[in-house]
């Protein structure tokens, strides 16, 4: 049984940092693609971050570039996404989620992905 979890999120202050972490079990973590998604109310789902089975990184979202990082450790099976300089609108729902392989191209797309963790809230106030 495959499971992600993602943990790490909460309220923060405009300017604040967060990290988000996400532990998977039950698939072969290092043989996975895996991202970062986020979505706020009334919104679409988008791909903030991903990072392929052998470590490309290809942020997806202008938004977020020079602010957010994404890594992952293969020993324990869980990927991070480290968070700056926040602002209001950083708030969303931010869900992990993996996809075995994967291209650059494919990494991009929510539909590619087979396996998805809860959600965490983010929120970003003063």
């Known amino acids: 049984q495959v499971q992600l979890v993602e943990s790490g999120g909460g309220v923060v202050r405009p300017g604040g940092s967060l990290r988000l972490s996400c532990a998977t079990s039950?698939?072969?973590?290092?043989?996975?693609?895996m991202g970062w998604f986020r979505q706020a109310p009334g919104k679409e789902r988008e791909c903030v971050s991903a990072i392929s089975w052998n470590n490309g990184r290809t942020p997806y979202t202008d938004s977020v570039k020079g602010r957010y990082t994404i890594s992952r450790d293969n020993a324990k099976s869980t990927v991070y996404l480290d968070m700056n300089m926040l602002t209001p609108e950083d708030t969303a729902v931010y869900y992990c989620?993996?996809?075995?392989?994967?291209?650059?191209?494919?990494?991009?797309?929510?539909?590619?992905?087979?396996?998805w963790g809860q959600g965490t809230q983010v929120t970003v106030s003063s």
């Open positions: 039950g698939l072969t973590f290092r043989s996975y693609g």
């Open positions: 989620a993996a996809q075995r392989g994967g291209t650059d191209y494919e990494l991009r797309l929510v539909s590619q992905y087979r396996y």
